[in-house]
């Protein structure tokens, strides 16, 4: 199961232990925040909160599965600063101007005030969704704007950058297990046809456009989620069961004994080049815990 979001939209997201639903923000009587918060539940228990800020996306509070809280929201002025967020001190962009020209801008999105001759810019959420990997995973895909400051021909700021951040929450008895991904793309490209409309050009699904065309001399990788596609990667599937039967089972589905049924303690695995590639795809996937009993070693 899996929910989307539109900047500003309420997001309510229940599948299986899994609850992600905006919260509220304790304030003074009267006051009101310019920003949003969504908690992330597992069995009612908090695990981490989403937070828009002034200036950045981050996540606060973080909780330990006993309900403790290991970030904090402060100083005051740049609240994000003793939580969980990303950021980076240089980015450097070629931004359109008159005539078809570009002019050179360096932009700060680190502090929160022009350092150096770098103009602070923010990072604003711009959509959100999340899905139920497993009864225990579930992962959050975060799109953002990273934006210059305010001009005065884009009250808004520009956008620099889009970034796509990828949080994938692993709930475990005694620790919760968060791997973080962060892609960061140029905002000059689209998926569109800039054959006879300008960029970004008319929607496509199929072709690509680059604000100015594409530079001969460079080369260009195109990393994407595809659409409708098919089941691949059964074989790493296949080894966990494989190797479970083997040290758990007594018999199979169809009433075969397993021959070395409560004779295996440990299972010792290594590989070389290839092989060693799908052991760490294993571990990485978390393909060495049995299928049928939730965090039981094969």
Known sequence: MSTGETPGKAIDFRSGRWTLADDSIGLPKGAWAR?????????????????????????????????????????????????????????????PVAHGGFEDYTYNFYLDETFQGRAAGQIVE???????????????????????????????????????????VRARDTMHVIDVESRLASADWAFGDCTATPFPGAPSDTKICVRGGFDKSRIYRLVYRVKDPLVLGLGLAAFRDAAAFFRYARQDDFGTANPVANGIKWTVVQGTSQSGNFIKTMIHLGFTEDDAVAHRPI
């Open 35 to 95: 920003t949003h918060r969504r908690t992330l539940r597992c069995d009612g228990r908090p695990v981490l909160a989403l937070t828009q800020g002034r200036h950045r996306a981050y996540v606060y509070p973080l909780w330990t599965p006993g309900g403790h809280v290991v970030t904090s929201e402060a100083p005051a002025d740049h609240p994000h600063h003793n939580s969980f967020w990303i950021a980076a001190d240089h980015v450097h962009c070629k931004m």
């Open 126 to 168: 711009t959509g959100l969704t999340a899905s139920a990997i497993h009864d225990s995973t579930l992962r959050i895909e975060q799109t953002l704007d990273w934006r210059g400051p305010s001009e005065w021909a884009a009250p808004a700021g520009r956008v620099a950058a889009r970034e796509t951040r990828t949080l994938t």
